[in-house]
T-cell receptor, first 112, second 113 residues
Framework: GQQVMQIPQYQHVQEGEDFTTYCNSSTTLSNIQWYKQRPGGHPVFLIQLVKSGEVKKQKRLTFQFGEAKKNSSLHITATQTTDVGTYFCAGPGQTGANNLFFGTGTRLTVIP | EAGVVQSPRYKIIEKKQPVAFWCNPISGHNTLYWYRQNLGQGPELLIRYENEEAVDDSQLPKDRFSAERLKGVDSTLKIQPAELGDSAVYLC???????????FGEGSWLTVV
């Protein structure tokens, strides 16, 4: 079945350090989305990537979609305590492009 | 603009009891989703509605779970009877057109004891 794995599962960083999470799909994705979920909160949409090799930036966050459209990464430069949370990638499910299939998530802790 | 509204936020029930969750999507969003999120995992789709039609319920455990979306707006998700393994956060989400950004509600936290 479809699998979307993320590594690492957990990451502790000192405030100001960089952070990267990687997302790998067992199947080619038409697009990939990234969500952030604060502790005790709900997933919040960050961005969608569609094109092969696409790179998008949001302030300190850089998102990349792999050339083969099977992997993606999220890089945060100079982390802040507000970056704490779990970051999920999500792609269209096998049951339909309208269904999001979420990855396993990477839980980021930022130490002040 | 109001977001996706869910209730109750928290529910503790004994096993074998029924429970129901309610969701009001963002106004104008015709696609509604119910996801289940277990602790430390990503959300898993239970059912998706396009207007009032359930177009994907392949992951919904139909022996004990049911859902409805009357009039294509609000939706309810019911579990009867609940089992210990049903303890999770039940997230409702909505989108316009099904291919756009999905907006999640705060979730309904269920604990079955």
């Amino acid at each position: 079945g479809q699998q979307v794995m993320q590594i690492p599962q957990y990451q502790h960083v000192q405030e100001g350090e960089d952070f990267t999470t990687y997302c790998n799909s067992s199947t080619t994705l038409s697009n990939i989305q990234w969500y952030k979920q604060r502790p005790g909160g709900h997933p919040v949409f960050l961005i969608q990537l569609v094109k092969s090799g696409e790179v998008k930036k949001q302030k300190r966050l850089t998102f990349q979609f792999g050339e083969a459209k099977k992997n993606s990464s999220l890089h945060i430069t100079a982390t802040q305590t507000t970056d704490v949370g779990t970051y999920f990638c999500a792609g269209p499910g096998q049951t339909g492009a309208n269904n999001l299939f979420f990855g396993t998530g990477t839980r980021l802790t930022v130490i002040p | 603009e109001a977001g996706v509204v869910q209730s109750p936020r928290y529910k503790i029930i004994e096993k074998k009891q029924p429970v129901a969750f309610w969701c009001n999507p963002i106004s104008g969003h015709n696609t509604l989703y119910w996801y289940r999120q277990n602790l430390g995992q990503g959300p898993e789709l239970l059912i998706r509605y396009e207007n009032e039609e359930a177009v994907d319920d392949s992951q919904l455990p139909k022996d004990r779970f049911s859902a409805e979306r009357l009039k294509g707006v609000d939706s309810t998700l019911k579990i009867q009877p609940a089992e210990l393994g049903d303890s999770a956060v039940y997230l409702c989400a909505s989108s316009f057109g099904g291919r756009n950004t999905i907006y999640f509600g705060e979730g309904s936290w269920l604990t079955v004891v």
